[in-house]
């Protein structure tokens, strides 16, 4: 029964996180001044606007079962690059405000359990630190510069034109490489993600004043 309950648990964690993440996304476009996610009915909260099978309900599910670190997806928000502003660099920031978002929700979940005490064993504490777990999870492997993945965007705009040619190429098989990267060579992004996660919270921890 506690299995089952921490399973609940974690898949209502992703479901928050990635609901998150993708709002901070069309949140992010139709600031810099790209409606598409809004006249699409993506600036919402709610659930079945974001979610996929495969990405948010299988994939986290299976990586729960094999002790592995916690991610997925959700449906891309819509974007029409055209529409923004600041060119590249606009679709760097609309890319970046997910991983940012996960950021900012481990951080603040960290720093709930933190100085309430719950950290110390406690039932919520557990749940907490889930939740920084699953967030920086999200946050690190959005940012793996492999399109469609949040991070390629970044490194299109800082890239010189033949990377950004083979990027282009690249994309419509991006996601297939993605996830036969995690079926293929799963620890190894085990433990690229799990070094990644782990120097994230030391950071957490030394900005408490705990060494």
Same mark, same amino acid.
């Given at each position: 029964?506690?299995?089952?309950?921490?399973?609940?648990?974690?898949?209502?964690?992703?479901?928050?996180?990635?609901?998150?993440?993708?709002?901070?996304?069309?949140?992010?476009?139709?600031?810099?001044?790209?409606?598409?996610?809004?006249?699409?009915?993506?600036?919402?909260?709610?659930?079945?606007?974001?979610?996929? +099978?495969?990405?948010? &309900?299988? *994939?986290?599910? #299976?990586? @729960? %079962?094999? $002790?592995?670190?916690?991610?997925?997806?959700?449906?891309?928000?819509?974007?029409?690059?055209?529409?923004?502003?600041?060119?590249?660099?606009?679709?760097?920031?609309?890319?970046?405000?997910? +991983?940012?978002?996960? &950021?900012? *929700?481990?951080? #603040?979940? @960290? %720093?709930? $359990?933190?100085?309430?005490?719950?950290?110390?064993?406690?039932?919520?504490?557990?749940?907490?630190?889930?939740?920084?777990?699953?967030?920086?999870?999200?946050?690190?492997?959005?940012?793996? +510069?492999?399109?469609?993945?949040?991070?390629?965007? #970044?490194?299109?705009?800082?890239?010189?034109?033949?990377?950004?040619?083979?990027?282009?190429?690249?994309?419509?098989?991006?996601?297939?490489?993605?996830?036969?990267?995690?079926?293929?060579?799963?620890?190894?992004?085990?433990?690229?993600?799990?070094?990644?996660?782990?120097?994230?919270?030391?950071?957490?921890?030394?900005?408490?004043?705990?060494?």
């Amino acid at each position: 029964m506690a299995y089952v309950l921490s399973m609940v648990i974690t898949l209502v964690i992703v479901l928050i996180s990635m609901i998150l993440h993708e709002l901070a996304h069309g949140l992010a476009a139709y600031a810099l001044g790209d409606d598409t996610a809004k006249r699409e009915g993506r600036l919402t909260l709610n659930p079945f606007k974001h979610l996929d +099978p495969v990405l948010s &309900f299988a *994939l986290p599910m #299976v990586l @729960f %079962l094999t $002790g592995g670190p916690i991610f997925g997806g959700a449906k891309p928000v819509p974007v029409d690059s055209r529409n923004l502003k600041h060119g590249v660099w606009g679709m760097a920031l609309v890319a970046i405000a997910g +991983p940012a978002m996960n &950021f900012v *929700l481990a951080l #603040v979940a @960290f %720093l709930l $359990g933190h100085f309430t005490g719950w950290f110390g064993g406690t039932e919520w504490g557990v749940i907490l630190m889930s939740f920084v777990s699953v967030n920086l999870g999200f946050m690190v492997f959005n940012l793996i +510069p492999i399109p469609p993945l949040d991070g390629s965007r #970044v490194l299109y705009a800082i890239a010189p034109d033949p990377v950004r040619d083979f990027m282009q190429k690249v994309e419509p098989f991006g996601i297939i490489i993605v996830m036969m990267l995690v079926i293929l060579v799963p620890s190894f992004i085990a433990v690229v993600m799990g070094g990644a996660m782990d120097a994230i919270l030391q950071g957490f921890y030394w900005l408490v004043g705990v060494r």
